[in-house]
C-alpha cells in the first residue's frame, strides 16, 4: 500500500546548527505535502506546506524541498534553536475513498543540543 | 489552536464502557476530523465530517462512530472500549475546501484498562 515514512528516526544537532529532517513517499499521485511539528503533551502544529508544481518553499526558518523524481521531501530548518526540539511529521495527500486525506509518517524526534 | 477545544484531555475507564469526546469548534468550519496517535504509527484518520450529519470513514473506523448534529460539534464515540484504544486523540479542522492543511486540537489521552 501507499506509505509515507521518515529515513530517521532521531536526529540530534547542536544549537545554531542548520537540521535536515528527511521523508520518502511513495504516492506518485499525491500533488500536496505539509510539514507538523509536535512538542510534547500538544496537538500537532503546522510548519510549512507546499504543492507538487513546486520544488523548494520557504518560510520564517524553515525551508521545504520536494524531488518529485526520487518522491523525497525535506524539511530544513536554519540556526537550529532548543525551542525547535520536537517531532516532526511529513504527510501528503493521498487518496482515501473518493477523496483526498491528509496520510502522515512516523515522525522524527528532534533534539537540540546546547 | 484554530479555536478548537477537545473535551476531556485525560480519561481513564474501563474495558467495555461507553466513551464520547467531543470536539468543539468556533469558526464554523465545514470539515472535522478524528485521528488516534500511537507510537510508531503517526497519526491515522478515524472518522471525519464534511458537514451536519454528514460523516465518513477513516482508515481505523473500527470500533468507533461519531456524529455531529451542529457545526460546532464532532462527537467520537467508543462503545464498548477495549485497551486497543487506549491512545491519543486528536480533533482537527480543515479551513479551506481547496486546501487540505489541518489544524490540530490539544488531544485527550484516553487508557482504557
Known amino acids: 500500500g501507499e506509505n509515507v515514512g521518515l529515513h530517521l528516526p532521531t536526529l540530534s544537532v547542536q544549537e545554531g546548527d542548520n537540521s535536515i529532517i528527511n521523508c520518502a513517499y511513495s504516492?506518485?499521485?499525491?500533488?500536496?505535502f505539509i510539514w507538523y511539528k509536535q512538542e510534547s503533551g500538544k496537538g500537532p502544529q503546522f510548519i510549512i506546506d507546499i504543492r507538487s508544481n513546486m520544488d523548494k518553499r520557504q518560510g520564517q526558518r524553515v525551508t521545504v524541498l520536494l524531488n518529485k523524481t526520487v518522491k523525497h521531501l525535506s524539511l530544513q530548518i536554519a540556526a537550529t534553536q532548543p525551542g525547535d526540539s520536537a517531532v516532526y511529521f511529513c504527510?501528503?495527500?493521498?487518496?482515501?475513498?473518493?477523496?483526498?486525506?491528509?496520510?502522515f509518517g512516523s515522525g522524527t524526534q528532534l533534539t537540540v543540543l546546547p | 489552536d484554530a479555536g478548537i477545544t477537545q473535551s476531556p484531555r485525560h480519561k481513564v475507564t474501563e474495558t467495555g464502557t461507553p466513551v464520547t469526546l467531543r470536539c468543539h469548534q468556533t469558526e464554523n468550519h465545514r470539515y472535522m476530523y478524528w485521528y488516534r496517535q500511537d507510537p510508531g504509527h503517526g497519526l491515522r484518520l478515524i472518522h471525519y465530517?464534511?458537514?451536519?450529519?454528514?460523516?465518513d470513514k477513516g482508515e481505523v473506523s473500527d470500533g468507533y462512530s461519531v456524529s455531529r448534529s451542529k457545526t460546532e460539534d464532532f462527537l467520537l464515540t467508543l462503545e464498548s472500549a477495549t485497551s486497543s484504544q487506549t491512545s491519543v486523540y486528536f480533533c482537527a479542522i480543515r479551513t479551506d475546501r481547496d486546501n487540505e492543511k489541518l489544524f490540530f486540537g490539544s488531544g485527550t489521552q484516553l487508557s482504557v484498562l
Open positions: 465530517s464534511y458537514g451536519v450529519k454528514d460523516t
Open positions: 504527510a501528503e495527500n493521498g487518496m482515501a475513498g473518493s477523496a483526498r486525506q491528509l496520510t
Open positions: 504516492n506518485s499521485a499525491s500533488d500536496y
